[in-house]
């Protein structure tokens, strides 16, 4: 597991593996760093001469109340790249920070109670011990750091108690969050295997939102130290979030009932948990919800942030929506067979007609062609032309000539008393620009504005006499069969 988690680290963190450090004073972070580097880092240098280097670079830890780590360090001072296994090479480096002050602690202030200064690599001058800290977790988390370690104590080791590191914790806990970097904590304790002592772990992680692991940082081991990586990415953001969903639920057009509901679901979801470490979290989610029959995760890569999830939707589901297409509910399997074979009959209408009325909506005047099977031939005759002869092959075929007409109709109601009728038109007209709907189902007289009007359209479409269709129809086949381009219309 040791190649394999680091391969993923720093597939993750773009091939630099830079990790920051924090904590309060005194907590462990020079031994995690120790630890860290020799666990994890030495083993794969090759050059021995540099890896002496750095091996003179680690930090030094000790015990007592009085402060190591006055300045940030990085260690190694200078970037190295490190090869594990034969293809996976990447930069490694982590990051000392001064510790968080714990009021107690030697060596934050001079003798003279004033604030002691120390060196940072961001300013020329000296700055207090306490600046420092709280700047240099900033500097460091936001713009030296792909994952930040943050090592707290529950009080079992050293001079200090769990109350002291508690007010310290939390104030660097929240920094981090504004920051928005990837972390985990440690817990440094004697006794990580304690029940006291992952109750405490369980409930830090619950009041935090972040993974908590007790360890013992001075008998650390790689395995421990694998774990911990493993933790730190399922910190990281879910990068993408692939879905292999049934073709049915694909087809659905966006405004079919079930597609709604499916898509507002996988949205709240996914911006609820945002997480590797909260995928299972959500995949429970789903499968509580009636819109999937099985929600299964098929593959996630913490190196990428790729996580592959399989729905299957139910067949219960399925009917619905097509019972929503179709407008009617569907009893059996003989009567989806029947509606079917409605619908291929009028598909085939359907595609006669269609350009047609796409050729009506754009200029007012549509033409459907037909097709083979609608053409009559006539019985074949002789022609004479010219004192010569010829065959005279001749075919009949219906074409559809479709015309859009503006009908126009007028409701005017007699209300009264000039005053009324103006306030009446006031209303009107205020609803008309705010709300068209509204007006346009507004009662008049007891009956809607819309049924009023659409009733007057269609006793005119309809008042055109069956004579007039008839000379409509005529004059039209005239001219397209005679081509006839002229045309004298007179209306009594």
Not at 32 to 47: G, N
Not at 210 to 232: F, G, H, M, R, W
Not at 320 to 326: D, L, N
Request: with cysteine; proline share 4%; aromatic share 6%.
């Amino acid at each position: 597991m040791s190649d394999k988690i680091m391969r993923a680290v720093a597939t993750r963190t773009s091939g630099e593996v830079y990790i920051g450090v924090v904590g309060a004073v005194r907590s462990g972070k020079s031994t995690f760093i120790r630890h860290f580097m020799e666990k994890k880092v030495l083993p794969y240098i090759r050059d021995d001469k540099l890896a002496e280097k750095v091996r003179d670079e680690l930090p030094q830890s000790a015990e007592g109340k009085t402060i190591m780590t006055v300045e940030p360090k990085f260690v190694p001072s200078t970037n190295i790249k490190i090869t594990v296994g034969d293809d996976t090479a990447f930069s490694v480096r982590l990051v000392d920070c001064v510790g968080y002050v714990i009021p107690s602690a030697n060596g934050y202030l001079n003798q003279d109670g004033s604030a002691r200064l120390v060196k940072t690599p961001w300013y020329g001058d000296d700055i207090p011990f306490e600046e420092a800290a709280t700047l240099g977790t900033q500097k460091v988390i936001e713009s030296h750091s792909h994952i930040g370690v943050v090592i707290t104590s529950d009080g079992s080791f050293g001079d200090f108690s769990r109350s002291e590191y508690e007010k310290v914790e939390e104030q660097i806990v929240n920094e981090l969050k504004e920051l928005g970097k990837p972390f985990v904590i440690i817990l440094n304790t004697v006794n990580p295997n304690n029940t006291v002592t992952r109750d405490l772990a369980k409930e830090l992680a619950e009041k935090y939102g972040v993974s908590v692991i007790p360890l013992n940082l001075l008998n650390v081991t790689e395995a421990e130290i694998d774990e911990l990586l493993k933790e730190a990415l399922n910190e990281f953001d879910i990068s993408e979030l692939n879905l292999q969903i049934p073709d049915w639920v694909k087809s659905l057009k966006d405004n079919v009932s079930y597609k709604q509901a499916f898509a507002t679901e996988i949205r709240s979801a996914s911006s609820k948990y945002r997480k590797m470490k909260d995928v299972f979290t959500m995949m429970d989610e789903l499968k509580a919800s009636e819109l999937f029959e099985r929600v299964e995760v098929t593959n996630i890569d913490p190196g990428t942030g790729v996580v592959d999830v399989s729905l299957d939707c139910s067949e219960e589901m399925y009917q619905r929506s097509i019972e929503e297409i179709i407008g009617r509910r569907i009893e059996n399997k003989g009567e989806l067979i029947g509606l079917l074979q409605e619908y291929a009959d009028t598909r085939q209408i359907q595609s006669q007609i269609g350009p047609a009325l796409q050729m009506v909506n754009q200029c007012g005047y549509g033409l459907a062609v037909p097709s083979v099977d609608d053409m009559v031939l006539a019985e074949p005759e002789i022609i004479k032309q010219s004192g010569r002869y010829g065959i005279k092959l001749k075919a009949t075929a219906p074409a559809l000539q479709i015309t859009k007409v503006d009908v126009d109709s007028s409701f005017e109601p007699i209300i009264g008393p000039l005053e009324q009728a103006e306030a009446l038109l006031e209303h009107m007209v205020k609803d008309y620009q705010t709300s068209p709907s509204k007006l346009w189902n507004s009662e008049i007289f007891g009956r809607k504005l819309c049924d009023v009007i659409g009733d007057g359209i269609k006793a005119k479409i309809h008042s055109v006499p069956d004579h007039v269709q008839y000379k409509f129809k005529e004059a039209l086949g005239k001219v397209i069969n005679h081509g006839k381009g002229l045309i004298i219309t007179i209306i009594i």
